[in-house]
């Protein structure tokens, strides 16, 4: 009776350190913006990009397209390569969790030279700890014509069991 | 079968009780039948003297008795186990122990977003980064006006 009883105790109270502690998976979220500035008082957002909306008003642009929105559920030890426009292409490794609940990132730009012979090299190389459900904003390429590319990621995690 | 009107007082002067044991002990001399009677008899008493005594339980000893078996049963029903039930309890014990510290100190606060490293390819262009109050991380790559 009391071994059975210490056993189901036992049980009861690892599961949830169990899932504490357990593996994660991560998924990110991103989108791609084209970021104008045109004569227009009022500023304009593009459908789908509602939850960013504060952190693309805090850019000096008035005119924002929402070239991509994409989720992208990671696996093990992969790199992920998303292209962004006819220019930049994202290059990203699976994020890793960290001990104080962060995840380590390493995130590529990838464009071609401007000069030849054009070969492939980095607009953008970073290595990030990101917090979960922290936006992040790349700004500053160029775009044929006008306007820059805006980038905004956010990191999500869920438990592996669910 | 041959019998001696003197067998039963040879049984009685056996048990003690014979109030003329010189009559008897004379007889017994003479008759071979109750000296053959009374040779039977010491030996199966010599036998039954052999055996254990069994205990007689009195009247008044009985509520005892019976006080005596339900406070052992109570007793062994209270007894939890032995080193089994004090083993489990402690593991038991240790796990609360471990899972309230988890529970209740946690992982700690999560800290901000970081770079921690950061460069850019592109000619006569910088990379600069910061972290808005509200937890958003911005890198800025600030590129020359002709260079795309």
């Not at chain 2, 056996?14 to 008759?31: F, K, R």
């Amino acid at each position: 009776m009391f071994r059975s009883l210490s056993v189901a105790l036992m049980l009861v109270l690892a599961f949830p350190w169990s899932v504490a502690y357990g593996e994660a998976r991560s998924e990110l979220k991103l989108w791609v913006v084209e970021a104008r500035s045109v004569e227009r008082e009022a500023t304009r957002f593009d459908i789908g990009l509602d939850a960013i909306h504060r952190v693309l008003s805090g850019l000096p642009h008035n005119d924002y397209r929402n070239v991509s929105t994409e989720t992208h559920a990671f696996n093990d030890q992969e790199v992920t390569r998303i292209k962004l426009t006819s220019d930049y292409t994202l290059e990203m490794n699976t994020p890793v969790a960290g001990e104080d609940g962060r995840f380590r990132v390493r995130l590529r730009i990838l464009t071609q030279s401007k000069e030849p012979p054009r070969k492939e090299i980095e607009a953008l190389s970073t290595e990030l700890l990101l917090r979960p459900d922290k936006q992040v904003l790349v700004r500053g390429l160029k775009l044929k014509g006008e306007g820059e590319l805006v980038l905004v990621l956010a990191l999500s995690v869920s438990d592996d069991a669910s | 079968m041959i019998t001696c009107k003197w067998t039963s007082k040879v049984e009685r002067l056996l048990d003690g009780e014979s109030q003329e044991q010189e009559a008897v002990q004379a007889h017994l001399a003479d008759c071979t039948l109750c000296a053959s009677h009374q040779r039977t008899l010491l030996q199966v008493r010599a036998a039954l003297g052999a055996e254990p005594e069994v205990p007689v339980l009195s009247d008044n000893q009985f509520p005892a008795f019976m006080e005596g078996i339900q406070a052992e049963v109570s007793r062994s029903r209270q007894r939890p186990g032995g080193m089994w039930a004090l083993m489990s309890l402690s593991a038991a014990a240790l796990v609360i122990a471990i899972a309230t510290f988890s529970i209740f100190t946690g992982p700690g606060p999560v800290k901000a977003n970081e770079v921690e490293s950061v460069s850019t390819q592109l000619n006569d262009a910088t990379v600069h980064w910061d972290n808005s109050d509200d937890g958003v991380t911005t890198i800025w790559i600030s590129i020359a006006e002709d260079d795309v």
